[in-house]
């Protein structure tokens, strides 16, 4: 695997390459982000992984201070992975000086994690951007974990017509249910047994709308109500119709989403469940 921290390297290594599958990433590698290179290299000829931790996407209270690093490990995971270049940029690489051309995206930013997290998504969209142009890749790879990441990005490049196909990779999850994060790290023995009620919740809200329920906003509350009673500080539980991400109706047809954030101890974790109607309802 080739390693390149320059921006000027990169592209010399990617010269002539005609379809680049590429996975964007933070680090601290775990099953979830392997199984994004793993199909990365079913799509494309050539698979490129970056690793950077993205300043921009961090509000002043978030964990990038102690957002875990551990270069040396996932160089290791990724060789595993077959990957065929790993761009390893500092923020001297990235951010030569201070970013001041942003991807401002439009008021789904400011919703669902974008409401508890000012500024998140115009840091993601712009690094991402970023990374595309310089990476020039045929095919990008996302984890639907991030699910309001993974639309923003759909959104973005069909908007800027980016010649990039975007794919969602599933969520990769502990025997428990439990979505692998790197955040998962921040977790106590104790509350890492308790960290699955958050998936058990979501998916008794998807089945009981996919058995009829329709009073979305009682079942958001319910759930909201027993991360509460054990301990959890919730930011959000929401059904969201999957197209747009926005509330649906109560005799809604089209495929829906449930999402949450909420915190245990010092750890935010998020997660969703998809709801599809194969025949409509
Ligand atoms: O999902 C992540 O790890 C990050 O948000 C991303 C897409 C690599 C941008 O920094």
Redesign the pocket.
């Known amino acids: 695997m080739q390693i390149h921290s320059s921006i000027a390297d990169l592209r010399q290594a990617l010269q002539g390459h005609r379809r680049i599958a590429f996975v ?3 680090g601290n590698l775990h099953a979830g982000h392997i199984a994004l290179m793993n199909r990365a290299r079913q799509l494309g000829d050539l698979v490129v992984a ?1 690793i ?3 300043r921009l ?1 961090f509000g002043p209270s978030d964990d990038f201070d102690r957002y875990p690093r551990t270069l040396e490990a996932d160089c290791a995971q990724l060789a595993a992975a077959q990957v065929d270049v790993l761009f390893a940029p500092a923020e001297s690489d990235l951010y030569p000086t201070a970013q001041q051309y942003y991807v401002d995206p439009p008021a789904i930013q400011h919703e669902l994690d974008g409401e508890f997290r000012p500024g998140h998504f115009r ?2 969209a712009t ?2 951007l970023k ?1 595309f142009n310089i990476v020039q890749p045929q095919i990008a790879l ?2 639907k974990k ?1 699910y309001q ?1 993974l639309f923003i ?1 759909r959104h973005m490049t069909q908007q800027l017509a980016l010649p990039i196909d975007i794919v969602g990779g599933e969520t990769v999850r502990d025997a428990g249910g439990l979505a692998l994060s790197s955040r998962n790290a921040y977790l106590s023995p104790a509350e890492r047994a308790e960290a699955p009620r958050l998936q058990r919740l979501l998916a008794s809200i998807a089945s009981a709308i996919a058995a009829g329920a329709r009073d979305f906003a009682e079942l958001e509350q319910q759930a909201f109500a027993e991360l509460e009673r054990n301990g959890w500080q919730t930011d959000y539980v929401a059904v969201r119709r999957q197209s747009d991400l926005q509330p649906p109706e109560a005799d809604e047809r089209e495929a829906l989403v449930v999402l949450a954030a909420s915190r245990l101890g010092s750890a935010r974790l998020i997660d969703n469940v998809e709801i599809d109607f194969p025949n409509g309802r």
């Open positions: 964007p990433t933070m970056s950077f931790v993205n996407q840091g993601v690094v991402v990374l996302f984890g991030d990441q990005l």
